[in-house]
């Protein structure tokens, strides 16, 4: 087996052996209009990029081959519709410098040789980048630990603002009976309010770099690395011409990858 959850244990392949994943896409924001394809086949490789094959969104130098494999597919008004990619993309992981994190930075590219459509999510062939965290394995249930400590003060800071805003037993200055009491309360709960915004900024920093508890997070041997690894959902992007001579990252959905459970490259 070549994946598990957290908590059981594995006998890890070789550290520089290929490896077999699942890719999930989800193109589209919109909960009701998402174009989710079945899971696209990727065979993670140690195999060096030539020069002329590297790609600087992801990584200046240094990534390794990736190849896509085939049957990923949708359904349309049309019917099913398969998904075409280009057999081979390539990959990189940043491990965190001291002090950063315990996330290191997955990236990797695939080139879309068809366009995709259904109902008002349109995606464009060309090449997709794909960012996201990723884990070693003695760094997920620390990593949860300390994101749900952070979640919480976050609940924290909600739950004071939704008390002293409460009908029953809220701030009565806040009625308005008064006009020096109603600007003190004002003041009081600005600075709630201010509490709360900074407790949701630091959570959806720390989501950078933290695993959350509900995500259902598996192990998977990755090459290169001797500890297994555990990858986090990331964002799909493409490029966009920005005036005459720039180019930018536009955000297309998510990803998710998953080991396969069964895989042939184990030692």
């Known amino acids: 087996r070549n994946s ?10 070789g550290p520089w052996s290929p490896s077999s994943w699942n890719l999930r896409l989800s193109f ?3 909960r009701s209009a ?3 394809p079945s899971p696209v086949p990727l065979t993670v490789t140690s195999d060096s990029l030539p020069a002329a094959s ?3 969104v992801v990584a200046l130098r240094g990534a390794m081959r990736l190849d896509v494999g085939e049957g990923s597919s949708f359904v349309n008004e049309r019917g099913e519709v398969g998904v075409r990619f280009a057999p081979g993309g390539g990959w990189r ?8 994190g315990p996330a290191a930075k997955m990236g990797f590219w695939m080139d879309l040789e068809e366009a995709l459509r259904r109902n008002d999510v349109r995606v464009d062939a060309g090449r997709l980048y794909f960012f996201g965290p990723c884990w070693r394995e003695g760094e997920v249930e620390p990593g949860r630990r300390r994101m749900g400590a952070i979640a ?3 609940e924290e800071a909600q739950r004071c603002v939704d008390e002293q805003l409460s009908h029953e037993g809220g701030d009565r200055r806040l009625d308005g009976n008064d006009i020096g009491e109603t600007l003190g309360g004002y003041v009081d709960m600005a600075v709630l309010v201010g509490r709360r915004d900074e407790a949701r900024r630091k959570q959806r920093e720390a989501e950078k770099f933290y695993p ?12 290169g690395n001797t500890e297994t690894l555990a990858v986090g959902r990331g964002t799909i992007y493409c490029k966009k011409k920005k005036g005459l001579f720039f180019e930018e990252l536009c955000e297309l959905g998510t990803w998710e990858l998953r080991p396969e459970l069964s895989n042939s490259v184990m030692q």
């Not at 992981?93 to 950063?100: A, D, K, N």
């Not at 959350?212 to 090459?223: F, N, Q, S, T």
């Open 93 to 100: 992981v940043e491990m965190p410098r001291e002090g950063e």
């Open 152 to 154: 919480a003060e976050a």
């Open 54 to 56: 590297q790609d600087d």
């Open 28 to 30: 589209g924001f919109d």
């Open 212 to 223: 959350r508890k509900e995500d259902a997070l598996l192990l998977g041997h990755w090459p």
């Open 34 to 36: 998402r174009l989710a």
């Open 4 to 13: 598990r959850h957290a908590s059981s244990p594995l006998s890890a392949p």
